[in-house]
């Protein structure tokens, strides 16, 4: 019989525990399996596009594929765990407050070591001015002698403060972005509550139909009515004899048709195309035609400037919304009743108290890009607290930047939006 020696079976044992103990996932705080993100998680670049004034560019950032544009002044990225970021801008051109706040943050993520990067866009240094040695303290040495009209980007992936400066443009491309598992939030998300309602999703350009934007098109209308919508934008353009016809331009009608003749065409040629073979163009008989037909529809119009002519043409001035753009359009269609959507450039050009002007103009609707929002923040409030209701447009133009990503993080803010397409959370709960 064999016998096995007490010291050598003691051995086994200890060896069988230490193997144990290797193998079996052990447990983090005492209450969850934690591994390192960057096991689970592609390693994703960081791209940085910096262009100053002279450049007449827009900034952007591209973080795990998503990309987003800036606004004027300097915009700290926080990088976070599984691949999240978060951002926000600060008018260190415009505003001593904004100095201030951007300071009083760099301060407590250096202090709390976060990994971020900071991105300048247009002219960013103009209110920087007695903030040099604060942040010089802060190792920012670069930031602190920035010159109006420079580009600028920093970051500290690799452990260190890096900055970069140039007169026009700088672009860097980072992909050493593992090990990042922070979930400090510096940046919360500011909730506006808000009701949804039908009248909040105008269907831009008739809506989406197969998959196709912007075609302005009988079979659009009739689609997207059915999905939901009850606004309608169109854009309305001339034919070369004068007729009022539904078209967002030619080029791309043409495109859209395949019509190969001088643009634009008669009212003739542009009634005998279809749009890519199958959709039905739309004259200012077939737009009265259906709105006739759809009695709790509402037009919206783009592009032509004239409200009365328009107005006057129209099936139903009630149901008659028109985006305008000047200011004496807006005047001109006050006076004869006509329901005015202000756009953005004249709204922006209106010196003194823009909401005072809207309400004695009667000008209960503004169409606005998403994009200023952030920068129009307080414009948004006041027009807002005056019952004016923003629709924005510009959606899908940016990646991630779609119907649903509006819905959750600018609704509230802004009453509604321009949508290619119905989604299920625009259905109202009244």
Known sequence: MKRFSPILLIYKLVLLVAILFITIPVKADGNCLKSSPAQNLEIAALVLNSHSFNTHKRSTFTYASQTEAVERGLTIIHLQADNKFEFKTFDTYGSKEDVKTFVAVLSKMVEAKAIFAILAHDSAAAQLTGFEKQLSDLSFLKLSALKGRQAYIMHNLNGVITEQVNDNSITETLSNTSGIYSTAIYFPKEVYEFESKIDRYIAHAGGEINGVKSTNSKHALDENYKKGFRNFELDIIETSDGK????????????????????????????????YGDYTTLDMDGINTWFKNHPDATLITDKVNDPIAFADAFVDKDRLIMELFSVMAVEKASEHGIHAMISQDPLISIKGDKVNFLKVNNVKHVALSRRIIASQKKLMLQLKEAGIKVYVYNVNFDAGKDEQYVYDNELGLVYGMYADKWIDTMKSKN
């Not at 009022?244 to 195309?273: C, I, N």
């Open 244 to 275: 009022l016809v539904a078209a967002h331009d030619w080029e791309m009608w043409a495109r859209f048709t395949d019509y190969t003749g001088s643009l634009p065409p008669t009212h003739s040629q542009f009634m005998k195309q279809k749009i």
